[in-house]
């Protein structure tokens, strides 16, 4: 049985970031508006440390490269560590924005990744809303309404809550919008378009739009918004209580549920499994593990005993 991997988190003040991730989230932040918590991260603008034992200090980009039997030699993605696992507290509302795909972002980005990724939402306020998608119904129409600034006929509002899940493949017009917490599963990969900022400032200057970009690589028409999201009841009426409930499955990435009520067992028989309690407290094979901590369990890992009341979302490569 291998040594459970303990990281310690990147955190990232943003424009529109708030505090809750050390208020409620018991981290110790360096500014009030700390907007990402890269929790699991091999990337080269934050990464992650291992806590304790053998690996104590190493990074996770270090241990990828040097240690590759962890990941059960799952290097067949260029070299670098496939994922990456982030805890984003938005304060106010992020820009509208967009992600290329992996040809694009290879040949315009300088060999980087593209970007799939998944949201869980870890809490959102009554009536909250995010931005999923876009009104433009061919490649014309969008051009004029990114060219002619017409955002509220382009941006689709779609209403969320707490539990939902929410799948962005390349292309998809997105935006989280003030006071929503989400657990986002992705590539690695840092390559983000703005299509709209509202007009902000930062250091008394707009923030860099990239609209030739983002209208290359945005999808026309969009997909439907049952496509994009599972809801919250939907996924409870699926989820077995102290077990692995399967969330998604895509070409990067599978994610699960897992809520431990009591006793529970979880058998490791992926290439690795990062672990994020997102709730409560507990032991893993007597290991005290609580709300905010990130984990992996490496190949060959086997059993873990798991015992508290906690939840937890799960992710490996695909």
């Given at each position: 049985?291998?040594?459970?991997?303990?990281?310690?988190?990147?955190?990232?003040?943003?424009?529109?970031?708030?505090?809750?991730?050390?208020?409620?989230?018991?981290?110790?932040?360096?500014?009030?508006?700390?907007?990402?918590?890269?929790?699991?991260?091999?990337?080269?603008?934050?990464?992650?440390?291992?806590?304790?034992?053998?690996?104590?200090?190493?990074?996770?980009?270090?241990?990828?490269?040097?240690?590759?039997?962890?990941?059960?030699?799952?290097?067949?993605?260029?070299?670098?560590?496939?994922?990456?696992?982030?805890?984003?507290?938005?304060?106010?509302?992020l820009s509208i924005q967009v992600h290329p795909d992996d040809a694009y972002a290879a040949e315009h980005e300088n060999?980087?990744?593209?970007?799939?990724?998944?949201?869980?939402?870890?809490?959102?306020?009554?009536?909250?809303?995010?931005?999923?998608?876009?009104?433009?119904?061919?490649?014309?129409?969008?051009?004029?309404?990114?060219?002619?600034?017409?955002?509220?006929?382009?941006?689709?509002?779609?209403?969320?809550?707490?539990?939902?899940?929410?799948?962005?493949?390349?292309?998809?017009?997105?935006?989280?919008?003030?006071?929503?917490?989400?657990?986002?599963?992705?590539?690695?990969?840092?390559?983000?378009?703005?299509?709209?900022?509202?007009?902000?400032?930062?250091?008394?200057?707009?923030?860099?739009?990239?609209?030739?970009?983002?209208?290359?690589?945005?999808?026309?028409?969009?997909?439907s918004v049952e496509e994009s999201i599972i809801g919250a009841q939907e996924l409870e009426r699926r989820f077995v209580?102290?077990?692995?409930?399967?969330?998604?499955?895509?070409?990067?990435?599978?994610v699960w549920h897992m809520e431990v009520d009591g006793q529970a067992q979880l058998e490791q028989n992926e290439p690795?499994?990062?672990?994020?309690?997102?709730?409560?407290?507990?032991?893993?094979?007597?290991?005290?593990?609580?709300?905010?901590?990130?984990?992996?369990?490496?190949?060959?890992?086997?059993?873990?005993?798991?015992?508290?009341?906690?939840?937890?979302?799960?992710?490996?490569?695909?």
């Amino acid at each position: 049985m291998g040594e459970i991997l303990f990281l310690n988190p990147v955190f990232k003040s943003m424009i529109w970031g708030g505090n809750k991730l050390g208020t409620k989230w018991g981290y110790a932040i360096p500014s009030q508006t700390t907007g990402e918590c890269w929790a699991v991260s091999a990337h080269p603008n934050g990464d992650c440390t291992v806590r304790d034992g053998r690996f104590a200090g190493k990074t996770l980009s270090g241990l990828w490269a040097d240690e590759p039997g962890l990941f059960g030699n799952a290097g067949g993605a260029g070299g670098r560590f496939p994922l990456l696992v982030k805890i984003i507290d938005a304060k106010s509302d992020l820009s509208i924005q967009v992600h290329p795909d992996d040809a694009y972002a290879a040949e315009h980005e300088n060999g980087s990744f593209g970007k799939t990724e998944c949201w869980y939402i870890l809490d959102a306020p009554e009536g909250a809303e995010l931005v999923i998608g876009h009104n433009a119904k061919d490649k014309a129409e969008l051009e004029d309404m990114i060219r002619n600034g017409k955002w509220d006929a382009f941006i689709r509002k779609v209403p969320v809550k707490k539990g939902d899940f929410i799948q962005i493949e390349p292309g998809t017009v997105h935006a989280i919008k003030g006071g929503i917490e989400i657990l986002e599963t992705q590539q690695n990969s840092d390559i983000t378009y703005r299509v709209y900022d509202y007009g902000r400032l930062s250091d008394g200057k707009p923030r860099q739009l990239h609209i030739e970009q983002s209208l290359d690589v945005i999808t026309v028409p969009a997909k439907s918004v049952e496509e994009s999201i599972i809801g919250a009841q939907e996924l409870e009426r699926r989820f077995v209580k102290n077990m692995l409930n399967p969330i998604i499955s895509c070409k990067y990435y599978r994610v699960w549920h897992m809520e431990v009520d009591g006793q529970a067992q979880l058998e490791q028989n992926e290439p690795f499994l990062i672990v994020s309690v997102i709730e409560g407290s507990g032991q893993i094979n007597g290991c005290p593990i609580k709300m905010g901590d990130h984990f992996i369990l490496p190949n060959g890992f086997g059993k873990a005993e798991l015992t508290g009341n906690l939840r937890m979302i799960a992710s490996s490569t695909n």
